[in-house]
């Protein structure tokens, strides 16, 4: 069965700090991969999507991911954070027809 | 334009009782998926409908069903709740079945709230 993985369920970083979240799946075939954020009060939102092609993916609000499959992972980056980034983040892949499977989240503060 | 809405937003209920979830999709999206959150943890596929048939079923028990109507809303119902089953309940929307496009994403609902005593 496929399953994500993130790395930290914490992080805490001040404002402008680099953000790195690792996301890890296991599935040896095609993925598709995605970034969703949730922010205090609000539903999920997609932030990026992987589905063919350049392996670097820009999304929303400066965010971006890189696919690299020989590690089966898909972090996200942002060179500089906002305290308006502090949010829940899920990444999640799709591999099977019609499901997505989340990691547990990564629930970012960011301190002004 | 209209999100995905659900209703109702919280709702407390007790140990084996049965509960009904709402969710209209996006204008012109035919497939509708309902995720469970459990506190902590990311959320956990279901059901997927579309074009009013089940197309794909979660390891969910029995007591969990669903169904989509001819204007493409849907249902989900749990019967003899237990209080693990106390979560977020999600409804997604996209216009097609699977992923193969990149622009079938999932749109989320704010969800439906359900406290189980």
């Known amino acids: 069965a496929q399953s994500v993985s993130q790395h930290n369920h914490h992080v805490i970083l001040s404002e402008a700090a680099s953000l790195e979240l690792g996301c890890n799946y296991s599935?040896?075939?095609?993925?598709?991969l995605f970034w969703y954020v949730q922010y205090p009060g609000q539903h999920l939102q997609l932030l990026l999507k992987?589905?063919?092609?350049?392996?670097l993916v820009k999304g929303i609000k400066g965010f971006e991911a890189e696919f690299i499959k020989s590690k089966f992972s898909f972090n996200l980056r942002k060179p500089s954070v906002q305290w308006s980034d502090t949010a829940e983040y899920f990444c999640?892949?799709?591999?099977?027809?019609?499901?997505?499977?989340f990691g547990a989240g990564t629930i970012l503060r960011v301190k002004s | 334009d209209a999100g995905v809405t659900q209703s109702p937003t919280h709702l407390i209920k007790t140990r084996g009782q049965h509960v009904t979830l709402r969710c209209s999709p996006i204008?012109?999206?035919?497939?509708v998926s309902w995720y469970q959150q459990v506190l902590g943890q990311g959320p956990q596929f279901i059901f997927q409908?579309?074009?009013?048939?089940?197309?794909g079923r979660g390891n969910f028990p029995d007591r969990f069903s669903a169904r989509q109507f001819p204007n493409y809303s849907s249902e989900l119902n749990v019967n003899a709740l237990l209080l693990g089953d106390s979560a977020l309940y999600l409804c997604?929307?996209?216009?097609?079945?699977?992923?193969?496009?990149?622009?079938?994403?999932?749109?989320f609902g704010a969800g439906s709230r359900l406290t189980v005593l």
């Open positions: 997604a929307s996209s216009f097609y079945r699977a992923y193969s496009s990149g622009a079938n994403v999932l749109t």
């Open positions: 599935y040896g075939g095609t993925v598709n």
């Open positions: 992987y589905f063919s092609g350049d392996p």
């Open positions: 999640a892949v799709n591999a099977d027809g019609n499901k997505l499977v």
């Open positions: 204008s012109g999206h035919k497939s």
């Open positions: 409908y579309y074009e009013k048939e089940e197309r």
